[in-house]
């Protein structure tokens, strides 16, 4: 398994929940509690999918615990 283990080992997979590093709590998507562990995430990545999560998915129907949030 060596080569297959992550040199930093806080990186994480979409769909893998890590709840450790931050949630929404109760379902609700929020942008400021899903800044904390979006740009954990995705790093530079995260505010331009927001903005593609806003025009695709206005109305948040696709969410979990650590969902983008549209704004």
């Not at 709840?19 to 331009?48: M, V």
């Amino acid at each position: 398994m060596t080569p297959y283990v992550s040199k930093n080992p806080r990186e994480a997979f979409q769909n893998y929940r890590d709840l450790d590093i931050g949630a929404n709590q109760d379902n609700k998507t929020n942008f400021e509690t899903a800044t904390l562990y979006g740009r954990k995430y995705f790093k530079g990545n995260f505010d331009r999918l927001v903005r593609v999560k806003t025009m695709v998915d206005p109305h948040n129907f696709f969410k979990h615990k650590q969902s983008i949030p549209p704004l």
